[in-house]
Structures are given as structure tokens and as C-alpha cells.
């Protein structure tokens, strides 16, 4: 947790530097660190899915249904990260469009 909230602090720091002086620059070290953050949540996700198939043999859910959940929960994570950065651009419709898709994506599910 430490590693992640110190490479996000990092990060919004030089970003705000950058934002005075460069901004179209500032948007690439946010879209940078965003995708540096993905890293160890990656690691953590292997921990998460792994307890979801311990949960899934101890009470026995069929494996479509973890499945589909977690598709739901990959879509809504790399849909919010992607309408953060264009917020962060300053392009709130691209943001918007992003979450409508997003939401027909998961009932598409």
C-alpha cells in the first residue's frame, strides 16, 4: 500500500509542476502513473481471484457466475480509469461516453 500511495503522490506532484508549464504534459505523467499503479493491483489480483475460487468450491457456484462477475469487475476498473485520465485531459464527454459504454458493456455481460 505504501508503494502505491507513494508513486501517486509522486506522480500528482509532477503533474501539478508540469500542469504550469507544460500541461499536454502533465496529462502523460498522469496517464503514466495511473498505469505504474496498475502494476501492484495486478499482484493483488491474482490473491482476489484466487479466494473467489476458494469461496466458489466451498459453496459451489457454477464457474460461469464468477466468470461473469468477473468480467463486470474488470470492466467497471479499466472503464473508471480511462474516464479519470480524459477527465484529467479536460474531456468530460469523452469521460461520459466512456461510462454509457461501459454500463452497456456490463449488461451485455
Known amino acids: 500500500m505504501i508503494q502505491a500511495v507513494m508513486i501517486g503522490i509522486t506522480g500528482v506532484f509532477l503533474a501539478l509542476f508540469l500542469k504550469q508549464t507544460k500541461p499536454e504534459y502533465a496529462v502523460c505523467v498522469s496517464a503514466g502513473t495511473g498505469i505504474l499503479l496498475l502494476f501492484p ?10 479466494n473467489i475460487r476458494l469461496i466458489q468450491s466451498a459453496i459451489s457456484i457454477q464457474s460461469a457466475y464468477i466468470q461473469v462477475l468477473l468480467k463486470i469487475i474488470g470492466i467497471t476498473y479499466i472503464s473508471e480509469f480511462a474516464a479519470d485520465i480524459c477527465r484529467d485531459a479536460g474531456c468530460a464527454a469523452v469521460a461520459g461516453q466512456i461510462g454509457v459504454f461501459a454500463k452497456l458493456s456490463i449488461l451485455a455481460v
Open 41 to 50: 493491483v495486478a499482484e493483488r489480483l491474482s490473491l482476489v481471484i484466487e
